[in-house]
């Protein structure tokens, strides 16, 4: 375990809590921080604070409702449908959303003497969201770098996993029944497997029932 510090960008979701327990893994000590932008669902706040509570990690709130001033966006208004039309960036796309997040938690981390920021943003899902691509969080590391004259490192463990590797990495780190069952990624704010109907409910169901079968064959051989 590296003596270092490290903060997660925190949601309380599936992706993210995988990432919480990578870093609790790898650093001697590591924060979290949950970004208030007025989600449809409070309960996504709730659910981020209690699995923080409850992993003994230290949780920062940061209010970013400036965003939804900027940027209306299907997850914070309910009129706005979740949708994706041909060709275009679906209706949850936030510009500047993933890029905001990693600057705030950049400026809280070197106030907390932490060199790591850890985000659970991944290409490998793609859905078209240009600031989660590598490319781009490597250009905003040597920014945010040259910005605070700070040698920050962005972590990014589950960049080239798709949802089934994300689910074998929670099984790695021990933690695959705490994220199934405590995590929030259902768009209809319902927690564990969700409403099993919206776009992201899909997303994780697929990748769980393939990490299932995957394990199945593997304790078959
Ligand atoms: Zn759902």
Known sequence: MKKEKAVVVFSGGQDSTTCLFWAMERFSEVEAVTFNYGQRHKLELDCAAEIAKELNIKHHILDMSLLNQLAPNALTRDDIAIEQKEGELP????????????????????????????????????????????????????????????????????????????????????????????????????????????????LRKKGLDDYLSMRLQGAKR
């Open 91 to 202: 209706t949850t796309f936030v510009d500047g959303r993933n890029m905001l997040f990693l600057t705030f938690a950049a400026v809280l981390a070197k106030q907390l003497g932490a060199k790591h920021i850890v985000t659970g943003v991944c290409e490998t899902d793609f859905s078209g969201y240009p600031d989660c691509r590598d490319i781009f969080v490597k250009s905003l590391n040597v920014t945010l770098n040259l910005s605070m004259d700070y040698p920050f490192v962005i972590d990014t463990p589950l960049m080239w996993l798709n949802k089934a590797q994300t689910w074998e990495l929670s099984d790695t780190l021990g933690a695959f029944e705490f994220v199934r069952t405590r995590t929030l990624t259902c768009y209809n704010g319902i927690i564990a497997d969700g409403c099993g109907a919206c776009p992201a409910c899909e």
